[in-house]
């Protein structure tokens, strides 16, 4: 079992920055794929961003390439996700993910566990 806590979001202006982390609980955290995904106001969930369980593979969605950068601690069982260069268009709940994913990073039903949810909102 895995529990994923969401942190960082809030409401920034175009081009600014937030950091989201997610806390996870239990010992088997650093054997998960993790991911961020993302889910707008009446729309589906996106995938956005996904980092293998050693950090050393990360995987991007087309429109955040060049602005997010995924990340993990092992150590302290955190996954983030820096975004930069916020466009409106990135507002948005962002959830992070846990799952034993081998190639279907960003097919989010192959994930296992799941947080609550962080609010993005980025004005123009």
């Known amino acids: 079992q895995v529990q994923l806590v969401e942190s960082g979001g809030g409401l920034v202006q175009a081009g600014g920055s937030l950091r989201l982390s997610c806390a996870a609980s239990g010992r088997t955290f650093s054997t998960y794929v993790m991911g961020w995904f993302c889910q707008a106001s009446g729309k589906e969930r996106e995938f956005v961003a996904a980092i293998s369980w050693s950090g050393g593979n990360t995987y991007y969605a087309d429109s955040v390439k060049g602005r997010f950068t995924i990340s993990r601690d092992n150590a302290t069982n955190t996954v983030y996700l820096q975004m930069n260069s916020l466009k409106p268009e990135d507002t948005a709940v962002y959830y992070c993910?846990?799952?034993?994913?081998?190639?279907?990073?960003?097919?989010?039903?192959?994930?296992?566990?799941w947080g609550q949810g962080t609010q993005v909102t980025v004005s123009s």
């Open positions: 993910a846990a799952g034993r994913v081998t190639t279907t990073y960003d097919y989010w039903p192959t994930y296992d566990y």
